[in-house]
C-alpha cells in the first residue's frame, strides 16, 4: 500500500510563506511524477504544481508562477512545495499527488492566508 503524507500548512499572514513536504511511503513504485492541488471552499480541486520524478521538470498553474516553487528530493521520496508572497486567495485545502502505475493522494494539509 502507498501512503502521501503531507505536512507544513498553516495560518500566515498575506504575503508571508510556508513549506510543504510530501513523503511517499510504502510499498516502492514507479513515479511518474509528484505534485500538487489545492481545493478552496466551495471550489473544485485544482491543479498547482507538478514535478517529473526522473528529469524534474516543473509545471506551475498560471496563478502560482513566480510565487510557488516545487521541487523534490528523490531518495527521500519527497516533493516540497515552497511558497512565497502568499494571498488570501491562495486559502485552501492543498493535496499531494503522486501518478505512475497508479493515481495516489494525500489526506491534505489546510493553508490559511490572512488579509
Known amino acids: 500500500q502507498v501512503q502521501l503524507v503531507e505536512s507544513g500548512g498553516g495560518l500566515v499572514q498575506a504575503g508571508g510563506s510556508l513549506r510543504l513536504s510530501c513523503t511517499a511511503s510504502?510499498?516502492?513504485?514507479?513515479?511518474?511524477?509528484m505534485g500538487w492541488f489545492r481545493q478552496a471552499p466551495g471550489k473544485e480541486r485544482e491543479f498547482v504544481a507538478r514535478i517529473t520524478w526522473n528529469m524534474g521538470t516543473t509545471y506551475y498553474a498560471d496563478s502560482v508562477k513566480g510565487r510557488f516553487t516545487i521541487s523534490r528530493d528523490k531518495p527521500q521520496n519527497t516533493v516540497y512545495l515552497q511558497m512565497n508572497s502568499l494571498k488570501p486567495e491562495d486559502t485552501a485545502v492543498y493535496y499531494c499527488?503522486?501518478?505512475?502505475?497508479?493515481?495516489?493522494w494525500g489526506q491534505g494539509t489546510q493553508v490559511t492566508v490572512s488579509s
Open positions: 499527488n503522486a501518478n505512475g502505475e497508479s493515481t495516489y
Open positions: 510504502g510499498r516502492t513504485f514507479s513515479k511518474n511524477f
